[in-house]
């Protein structure tokens, strides 16, 4: 899977052409700032690991539905989640 990963964040995803659907690995704790911004993903699963989202982490991503646990949403980033479709687990 196309992820940059350092100290348990997320940093950067890359486009891999048919992927739809992207679970974030292990380890992570941090989604961080613009990660997925504009990527043409479907679905995003956030694992209760993750414990904070950055500013406009998902923005610009239209046919995005993320699935949050709801412990992350101490710590979402302005814009996180701008154009998104966002279901709370």
Do not use: H, Q
């Amino acid at each position: 899977m196309g992820f940059e990963i350092e100290n348990g964040v997320l940093v950067w995803y890359k486009e891999e052409e048919g992927v739809t659907e992207v679970t974030i690995p292990a380890g992570v704790v941090e989604i961080g700032e613009n990660a997925f911004e504009g990527a043409s993903l479907e679905i995003v699963n956030i694992s209760s690991g993750v414990t904070a989202i950055g500013e406009g982490a998902f923005s610009g991503c239209s046919n995005l539905v993320v699935t949050v646990p709801k412990s992350v949403f101490d710590r979402v980033g302005e814009g996180a989640f701008d154009g998104c479709k966002i279901v709370i687990t």
